[in-house]
């Protein structure tokens, strides 16, 4: 099956930086439209980045010019890159990706898959 895995969370000052990466496994088909999310304490998951069907980037008004989204399909992996680091970032980061998927009864030409999440807490 289909499986996100993170990793790159951790404990950082602020303007400092940390890159985030998503391995995808379990799927052949190319990453296409693939995000991340964050959500912080008592908040609810927001967008941060993504690339749309278009490849075309977009980014929260919060991280944009400090956060950079990419994908290396030949590596299966979704990376963000996250620099000047504010305390406001502190949330848990979320990995997300469409794929098609054929739960046996139905087949998902865009499924959502997510990752389990990874830690970012930036200190002041």
């Known amino acids: 099956q289909v499986q996100l895995v993170e990793s790159g969370g951790g404990l950082v000052q602020a303007g400092g930086s940390l890159r985030l990466s998503c391995v995808v496994s379990?799927?052949?088909?190319?990453?296409?439209?693939v995000a991340w999310y964050r959500q912080a304490p008592g908040k609810q998951r927001e967008l941060v980045a993504g690339?749309?069907?278009?490849?075309?980037?977009n980014y929260a008004d919060s991280v944009k010019g400090r956060f950079t989204i990419s994908r290396d399909n030949a590596k299966k992996t979704v990376y963000l890159q996250m620099n000047s680091l504010k305390p406001e970032d502190t949330a848990v980061y979320y990995c997300?990706?469409?794929?098609?998927?054929?739960?046996?009864?139905?087949?998902?030409?865009?499924?959502?898959?997510w990752g389990q999440g990874t830690q970012v807490t930036v200190s002041s």
């Open positions: 379990g799927s052949a088909d190319s990453l296409d439209k």
């Open positions: 997300n990706v469409e794929l098609p998927y054929f739960d046996g009864t139905y087949y998902y030409r865009e499924y959502d898959f």
């Open positions: 690339i749309n069907s278009g490849g075309r980037p």
